[in-house]
């Protein structure tokens, strides 16, 4: 049987069957799969602001999240500089510039490291200050 006859029989059989469509309407993902006790036991929120929490948890939220989102991209250049390395073949061109592009992608991660760690230590102040008074 050809593609194109395996096309018009799913087509047709969707046609006729459309009550069969919604049978993944009743399920609730998000009640029934335990995401949700997972992220309240790892101190994640549903939101990014809560109004229970103060300005500066919000804010370090976000400059945390961006931050991870910066270390995993580094960590991506890294791996392909590592494999452009690995494949250059003996091309000292191209080995030169993998090696460039290993050592950038490093140090922007020893950047990113410092300003997380920065982050949490201004964020840590901030919260003893803000509890303290």
Known sequence: MNLKKIFYILIASLII?????????????????????????????????????SINSSISLIINTVLSFLGVIFLVL?????????????????????QQQLKNSIIGLVIVLAA??????VT????????SN
């Open 78 to 98: 890294t791996i392909v500089a590592g494999y452009q390395w690995m494949t250059a073949g003996g091309n000292e061109e191209q080995v030169k510039k993998s």
């Open 124 to 131: 840590s102040i901030l919260a003893n200050q803000t509890l």
């Open 17 to 53: 069957f459309p009550g069969k469509l919604n049978i993944a309407q009743g399920y609730n993902f998000n009640k029934n799969s335990g995401l949700d006790e997972t992220a309240i036991s790892g101190g994640f929120t549903k939101t990014f602001f809560n109004s229970s929490e």
């Open 116 to 121: 997380y760690a920065i982050t949490m230590l």
